[in-house]
């Protein structure tokens, strides 16, 4: 199974470490780093349909599915 | 007087703060972005008077939204002595670079750490003292809904006080908005990994997997569905349409005007000798009798009954996950999740939700919306009134449902089509469900009502006088008989002429009157349809197209008015086509 997967490619109950964000643009990147979606940051994912939803940390955050597109994740196990 | 400005993420606690500070009320709502405007009071922190702001949260000093910007504009303008970061103390990690960027930009940060009580639970534990030190300013731990922690605080305000450290010059540059996109981001990263280090051996997340069966609940697609359903049920249906429009109307209504009140103030009024005055209180148009009426007697305690299920949505947090659930389909008409938050507010009153909108991103979201909430949202004393009235008749109560729910629609998709530019992309954070707290319950629902009833009443009353003015020049009569064509172009009787005329004052007003119409069953049941759909379309009510005016400009508001009447004129005729109703 690949390692490294973007966030919509991944299924609920999974977990992983954001490695990197792909997007090149600013505004995405400040929404996700105001949310704690940053590198480095352990999450895990609690639902992807309808919208994606993850935690990291104490919160839960709702993205949509062009942000979690941006998400590069490093699975766990 | 020097200022203390209170800043931090959206839904940390702030506004709590506030209140506990200056004993002034300000929403408290458990979603992010219910702070939209600034508010500010005394506050007597140890024998000195000082001004408190409360600010809308922000993530960064880098705004996304209208009511991030405000923040920083107020923080720029006011040159605070003291800027007190609140930040939930779980959600520590994420929260702390915006303590070292407003360090960086050179206020005096006291660091509050709050929802201790919460973390706790958690099992999150924080060393206080050793994260004072290493950031070289006060950090404060507190509960604000328990009111723990606001002393301490106020003792560390006043030391900051007295302190010559406030005097510390501002680097402007910091904040200033010419900065690179950049530079932004390099060193919003040298501040996360600065955070990161601060916090290594300072704090310890505890249990992450934790989670309540309720939250569950709500986040199943099945049964979140059936459990907003019977949420929707017992709030909207049995307490306000039942309850509060139903019950309580006919008591305030019924019984306490009809037979107490207004045959004692007849009476009396009687005895004055000017026929014309008498008339003015207490004629069909009078204060009296029509104006405190319609305000305390039908409307109050439907409003009150509406405003108080409201309070508890806003405080049980299910808002962020309606939001979630709502994504996909506000996307179909060019707005997103974020959008359900001014959306649902408009069902209580649209002024309001009006100015909530500034917390979407881009400005064809804010006009898309506030279209919307013109157009196609009931405010909850439509709401109620239309309940009242169409509950007798469930089948009628579905098809203004329907109709409303397809011109919603409609209008959306082709101002989805219309509108430039490009929808922004959807993300919230989801606050915890909280148990609301019956005094914040009521607290909220007084404020609301008394706010309500000071811009209410006087409107009211100015409508009555107004109308008394127009009846005695006979005026009304050659403005009424100008609406008469197009009301009978809709099947409805000469009576609903007037009708609409209250409702360009006020939707709550139009409402009201239809209420008395419905009571005196001069209309059947498929032109009380037409009328309804009418209202509830029509025109939003003066406060609201103030309001619509002042945050989007008058070009915008003169377009919303003009395209809303239209629709609703349309909307209404084609439902009496379809319901096949003879042109009266
Ligand atoms: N458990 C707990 N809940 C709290 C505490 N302080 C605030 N809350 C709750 O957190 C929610 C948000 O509080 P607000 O004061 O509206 O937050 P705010 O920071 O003003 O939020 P915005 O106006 O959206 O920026 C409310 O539901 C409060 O009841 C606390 O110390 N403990
Ligand atoms: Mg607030």
């Known amino acids: 199974m690949q390692k490294i997967v973007s966030l919509d490619d991944c299924s609920a109950g999974e977990a992983g470490k954001i490695v990197a964000l792909a997007a090149g643009d600013y505004t995405v990147i400040r929404k996700l780093q105001s949310m704690g979606l940053v590198p480095g940051v352990q999450i895990r994912i609690i639902r992807c349909r309808p919208g994606f939803l993850v935690q990291a940390g104490h919160s839960k955050v709702a993205l949509d599915q062009c942000l979690a597109s941006q998400i590069m994740l490093e699975r766990d196990g | 007087m020097k200022a203390v400005v209170l800043v931090g993420n959206p839904n940390v606690g702030k506004s709590v703060l506030f209140y506990q500070l200056t004993g002034n009320y300000v929403t408290v709502s458990n979603y992010p972005g219910t702070t939209v405007e600034v508010s500010h009071g005394l506050a007597s922190i140890e024998g000195r008077q000082v001004r408190v702001y409360d600010s809308p949260g922000i993530y960064s000093l880098w705004p996304l939204t209208e009511e991030e910007a405000i923040t920083k504009r107020l923080l720029l303008e006011k040159r605070p002595a003291v800027v007190v970061h609140v930040v939930d103390a779980k959600n520590l990690p994420r929260m702390l670079p915006l303590t070292l960027e407003l360090q960086a930009c050179g206020f005096s940060v006291i660091l509050v750490l709050n929802m201790l009580d919460e973390a706790k639970r958690l099992g999150v534990q924080i060393k206080r003292g050793e994260l004072a030190s290493r950031l070289g300013i006060a950090v404060v731990e507190a509960a604000f809904v328990h009111g723990w922690g606001v002393n301490a605080l106020r003792r560390q305000i006043a030391e900051q006080l007295n302190s010559r450290l406030t005097t510390r010059p501002l680097c402007q540059a910091a904040i200033m908005p010419e900065q690179e996109q950049r530079d932004f981001m390099a060193s919003a990263l040298q501040r996360r990994q600065a955070a990161e280090k601060i916090l290594e051996g300072?704090?310890?997340?505890?249990?992450?997997?934790?989670?309540?069966?309720?939250?569950?609940?709500?986040?199943?697609?099945?049964?979140?569905?059936?459990?907003?359903?019977?949420?929707?049920?017992?709030?909207?249906?049995?307490?306000?349409?039942?309850?509060?429009?139903?019950?309580?109307?006919?008591?305030?209504?019924?019984?306490?005007?009809?037979?107490?009140?207004?045959?004692?103030?007849?009476?009396?009024?009687?005895?004055?000798?000017?026929q014309a005055v008498r008339e003015l209180l207490a004629g069909d148009f009078?204060?009296?009798?029509?104006?405190?009426?319609?305000?305390?007697?039908?409307?109050?305690?439907?409003?009150?009954?509406?405003?108080?299920?409201?309070?508890?949505?806003?405080?049980?947090?299910?808002?962020?996950?309606?939001?979630?659930?709502?994504?996909?389909?506000?996307?179909?008409?060019?707005?997103?999740?974020?959008?359900?938050?001014?959306?649902?507010?408009?069902?209580?009153?649209?002024?309001?939700?009006?100015?909530?909108?500034?917390?979407l991103e881009s400005r064809r979201e804010r006009i898309a919306a506030t279209f919307l909430l013109a157009l196609a949202i009931p405010c909850s004393a439509q709401l109620g009134l239309l309940l009242a009235m169409l509950s007798g008749a469930p089948f009628l109560l579905l098809v203004w449902c329907l109709v409303v729910?397809?011109?919603?629609?409609?209008?959306?998709?082709?101002?989805?089509?219309?509108?430039?530019?490009?929808?922004?992309?959807?993300?919230?954070?989801?606050?915890?469900?909280?148990?609301?707290?019956?005094?914040?319950l009521l607290q909220k629902t007084l404020a609301r009502m008394r706010w309500y009833f000071m811009e209410v009443v006087p409107v009211f009353v100015f409508i009555s006088i107004l109308l008394w003015l127009l009846a005695e020049t006979g005026l009304l009569a050659?403005?009424?008989?100008?609406?008469?064509?197009?009301?009978?172009?809709?099947?409805?009787?000469?009576?609903?002429?007037?009708?609409?005329?209250?409702?360009?004052?006020?939707?709550?007003?139009?409402?009201?009157?239809?209420?008395?119409?419905?009571?005196?069953?001069?209309?059947s049941g498929a032109q009380m349809l037409v009328a309804a759909v009418?209202?509830?379309?029509?025109?939003?009510?003066?406060?609201?197209?103030?309001?619509?005016?002042?945050?989007?400009?008058?070009?915008?508001?003169?377009?919303?008015?003009?395209?809303?009447?239209?629709?609703?004129?349309?909307?209404?005729l084609l439902l009496r086509l379809a319901l096949a109703l003879p042109v009266w």
């Open chain 2, 478 to 523: 050659s403005l009424v008989a100008g609406l008469v064509p197009l009301v009978g172009m809709l099947g409805l009787p000469p009576e609903m002429a007037l009708v609409f005329l209250y409702g360009f004052f006020r939707r709550d007003y139009g409402a009201a009157g239809l209420f008395d119409l419905y009571r005196s069953e001069t209309l």
């Open chain 2, 286 to 359: 009078g204060i009296l009798t029509m104006g405190f009426r319609y305000a305390f007697g039908i409307i109050m305690p439907m409003v009150g009954t509406f405003f108080f299920a409201f309070a508890f949505l806003e405080d049980s947090g299910y808002l962020p996950r309606l939001a979630y659930w709502a994504d996909g389909l506000l996307k179909k008409i060019g707005l997103n999740g974020r959008a359900i938050i001014p959306l649902v507010l408009g069902f209580g009153c649209g002024t309001m939700a009006v100015v909530a909108t500034r917390t």
């Open chain 2, 534 to 572: 009418a209202l509830t379309l029509f025109l939003p009510c003066l406060a609201q197209l103030t309001m619509i005016a002042r945050e989007r400009g008058v070009p915008v508001a003169a377009a919303i008015v003009f395209l809303v009447s239209m629709t609703a004129f349309a909307a209404a």
């Open chain 2, 405 to 440: 729910l397809i011109v919603f629609i409609v209008a959306g998709s082709l101002l989805n089509i219309l509108l430039p530019g490009k929808r922004a992309a959807f993300f919230m954070e989801l606050p915890p469900l909280r148990t609301p707290k019956l005094g914040a």
């Open chain 2, 202 to 274: 300072v704090y310890s997340c505890g249990d992450l997997r934790r989670e309540a069966w309720l939250d569950r609940l709500t986040l199943h697609p099945v049964l979140g569905l059936l459990f907003s359903i019977v949420a929707i049920y017992v709030g909207v249906y049995l307490l306000v349409g039942r309850l509060g429009a139903g019950l309580l109307v006919d008591l305030f209504d019924g019984v306490l005007f009809a037979e107490i009140i207004i045959p004692r103030l007849t009476a009396w009024i009687g005895f004055l000798p000017w």
